[in-house]
């Protein structure tokens, strides 16, 4: 992006008190963030508007003349860019099962092709995405640790207990009961889908004895770090 080294050539040229100034500024969202680009033309994302401009610039030869000029062409991508986009609520579903399931019925002959392609053969594929699905794992299904105690230790029992409920690992799945998913289409300010998710935890006595977590741990943990990471 041409704007981003000419940015950052003027950022490098500021002394501390000027780049100081730019600091404790909030950096603004991308536009967008605050509107529906489905429905407002010319909201688009910055790569894309990046790809536009450093296109204008960086031309090998005059493509522009009295008919077509740059903000024409700039309309056309963004009338392009708007006609790609879907509304919330609209049935895209169907076409994407129609996409995903014809290819899909290929998993079960002993050969795989692409539809209406002949030179296009994805035989090393499907065995290797298998492989990866099926087979492959990061972590250890059945992790186990053995941590040697004092035999004379008072209470050795509950301590050993206590200690393995702090060190057992626990997961937001573990505590989970269930999810509570509602979607509706709204129309105000723009139409969207709206999705409230409910959580419902299980009750403590449940799974006191496996975890040593308290539910108000739990709470804490879900506004603080889960949802920021997850939304």
């Keep these: 992006d041409p704007y981003y080294w000419e940015l950052e050539d003027k950022w490098r040229f500021l002394d501390e008190e000027e780049k100081a100034q730019y600091t404790r500024k909030h950096c603004p969202d991308p536009i967008p963030s605050k509107m529906s680009p489905e429905y407002k033309f010319g909201v688009i994302n910055e790569q894309l508007d990046g790809f536009i401009q450093n296109y204008l610039k960086n031309r090998t030869r005059n493509i522009f003349n009295e008919y077509t000029d740059k903000e024409k062409f700039t309309d056309v991508m963004n009338a392009k860019y708007l006609a790609s986009m879907a509304a919330p609520g609209e049935p895209v579903g169907l076409l994407a099962a129609q996409s995903i399931g014809e290819p899909s019925t290929q998993m079960t002959l002993n050969t795989f092709h692409f539809a209406g392609r002949g030179d296009m053969n994805v035989t090393l594929g499907i065995p290797r995405l298998r492989e990866i699905l099926m087979t492959a794992s990061a972590n250890v299904k059945t992790p186990n640790m053995d941590i040697p105690f004092y035999p004379n230790t008072k209470g050795l029992t509950q301590k050993a207990e206590r200690l393995r409920r702090k060190m057992n690992r626990v997961t937001v799945a573990d505590v989970l009961e269930k999810i509570d998913v509602e979607c ?48």
């Design 184 to 231: 509706e289409i709204v129309t105000q300010p723009d139409r969207q889908m709206k999705t409230t998710l409910r959580f419902v935890f299980l009750p403590h006595k449940q799974y006191k004895t496996q975890y040593y977590v308290k539910p108000s741990e739990i709470i804490n943990h879900m506004q603080k770090k889960f949802f920021s990471e997850m939304f």
